[in-house]
């Protein structure tokens, strides 16, 4: 098959043209509307650099790591 309408910025695959240009004009708005800068990045990544993917309670490269992913923002609370 050599229809790959894939939607570049969610990875979205779609059957129609028609389907796939509605999808990236409503893809394209919304990621205009959801600035990068909003993302957090927790202790680790962030002394590291380095990009921080969230996960459910853990980001991928404390994942990988092996080490607990702590949040700046909620560092003091546990006791
Ligand atoms: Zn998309
Ligand atoms: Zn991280
Ligand atoms: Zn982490």
Redesign the pocket.
């Known amino acids: 098959m050599l229809n790959a309408l894939v939607?570049h910025?969610?990875?979205?695959d779609f059957q129609e043209r028609k389907t796939h240009t509605r999808?990236?004009n409503?893809?394209r708005k919304k990621a205009a509307k959801s600035p990068k800068t909003r993302k957090r990045s927790c202790k680790a990544c962030t002394s590291a650099k380095t990009r921080c993917e969230s996960y459910s309670n853990a980001c991928l490269r404390c994942l990988v790591k092996g080490i607990a992913c702590v949040m700046p923002f909620i560092e003091s609370n546990q006791v």
Request: charged share 10%; hydrophobic share 20%.
């Open positions: 939607c910025l969610c990875g979205k999808h990236m409503y893809c």
